[in-house]
């Protein structure tokens, strides 16, 4: 290595040490530390007591806790309501937004707006929007006649909360027009052409080549359905009957509130493990509808 190349090498490790700094005490060494935890019984109410360890306890606590298989429930019927609404509706939304009509920039600025709220805003906007008198929902129902409903009730809650979670999917949108954009206009008039109509050119040429795109909304739809937690928190707190009680919320409530920082850990990496093994089906299922160029 010459004089030259040891001073490159320096100065980019210089510019690189605060990131490898960063991800060493932000990331790397929290997600080793909650690792050994798992393991561990460490209650946060006695900082004096180091953790002790008891092996697979943890893990098999879990078998016998009601509130893990009451929150794992809940999150897997919340991501059969919302994951399949969410990417359905934002293939539909880019394919609508994707078509030559005036207002096309008003129309995309309008969808992706709500996208930019905060978490927390959004929570309360639609808590007013769900409540039982003054909601805007209950309100139109009143003027057709039907009555009201109440949304945030034992068996509304969860679809509700469903419901709701098609208000962000503005980023999702913006990733399929970009899809949409890189389709081959060649491709498109050759099916025309062949005397394929709109619907049939959908089915076979624009979902074959956007089916890249659609996987990777699929794998991010896994990951975040499966890490819900700021706005049933502020809008339900789990009620009601633990309803929409969501695993992060039983994980998050275990270590800051009853500070069972060991039995946390443990839920978290069971909560990874779950995460990997859907996204392994997904990987497994896309090669059979993925079609790469």
């Keep these: 290595m010459t004089r030259q190349e040891r001073r490159n090498l ?24 909650s690792f050994y935890y798992s393991f561990c019984d460490y209650a946060l109410t006695a900082p004096s ?22 929150s794992l429930r809940v999150t897997l019927a919340y991501a059969a309501m919302a994951l399949p609404a969410g990417m ?17 920039a008003v129309y995309r600025t309008i969808i992706f707006l709500p996208s930019l709220i905060p978490a927390a805003a959004s929570a309360m906007i639609w808590l007013w929007m ?6 805007v929902f209950n309100h139109l129902l009143r003027a057709v006649g039907i009555g009201e409903v109440n949304w945030l009730g034992d068996r509304a809650a969860l679809p509700s909360l469903a419901l709701m979670s098609v208000w962000g999917v503005g980023n999702t949108v913006v990733i399929y027009l970009a899809g949409l954009q890189d389709i081959p206009r060649d491709l498109l008039e050759a099916a025309e052409l062949d005397g394929a109509d709109r619907f049939a050119r ?5 979902i074959p080549v956007l089916s890249p795109v659609i996987f990777f909304n699929l794998v991010m739809a896994i990951i975040g359905t499966f890490s819900v937690l700021t706005v ?6 789990g009620g009601p009957n633990n309803a929409t009680y969501f695993y992060t919320m039983y994980s998050y409530d275990t270590a800051f509130h009853f500070l069972h920082m060991g039995y ?3 839920l978290a990496w069971v909560q990874l493990a779950i995460v990997l093994a859907l996204t392994a089906v ?8 993925v079609h790469y160029a």
């Design 49 to 70: 007591r180091p953790p002790v360890w008891i092996g697979l306890a943890n893990y098999q606590q879990m078998l016998h806790d009601e509130l893990f298989w009451q």
């Design 202 to 206: 959908l089915i076979h040429v624009t």
């Design 130 to 135: 769900f409540n039982s008198r003054l909601g």
């Design 282 to 289: 997904a990987f497994w299922s896309a090669r059979k509808w």
């Design 232 to 237: 049933p928190y502020i809008m339900t707190h």
């Design 88 to 104: 359905l509706l934002s293939l539909g939304l880019a394919l609508m937004l994707n078509a030559n009509i005036r207002g096309q």
């Design 264 to 266: 946390a850990s443990a």
């Design 10 to 33: 320096r100065s980019a490790l210089a510019f690189l040490a605060p990131w490898l700094i960063g991800f060493a005490v932000f990331m790397a060494l929290p997600i080793a530390l």
